[in-house]
């Protein structure tokens, strides 16, 4: 059975920094490429960030150069640092492959300005 599990979220000024977590089961991590995504409110899902087996990674351009995506294969946690945060980047966060299969709960994130 597939599990995800994110953590992480919470109450920020803008301008903070949050670190979110997700563990992975092991039949989902081991050969897939891991992605942050992100539903704002009374908006559609999307991607925020993905991050390949080997490491490298993209990010969609709200993200990219505040925002980090890492992955421990070993651990198998998936995590996204989120730097300079902004009132826009409040939203549900989830972790899932890329693409995505069944989602978790995710992690609720407020950024207040």
């Known amino acids: 059975q597939v599990q995800l599990v994110e953590s992480g979220g919470g109450l920020v000024q803008a301008g903070g920094s949050l670190r979110l977590s997700c563990v992975v089961s092991?039949?989902?991590?081991?050969?897939?490429?891991m992605a942050w995504y992100r539903r704002p409110p009374g908006g559609s899902r999307e991607l925020v960030a993905f991050v390949r087996r080997d490491g490298t990674t993209s990010y969609a351009d709200p993200a990219k150069g505040r925002f980090t995506i890492s992955r421990d294969n070993r651990m198998l946690t998936v995590d996204l640092q989120m730097n300079r945060l902004k009132p826009e980047d409040t939203g549900v966060y989830y972790c899932?492959?890329?693409?995505?299969?069944?989602w978790g709960q995710g992690t609720q994130v407020t950024v207040s300005s």
């Open positions: 092991r039949r989902m991590f081991g050969g897939e490429t």
């Open positions: 899932n492959s890329y693409p995505p299969n069944a």
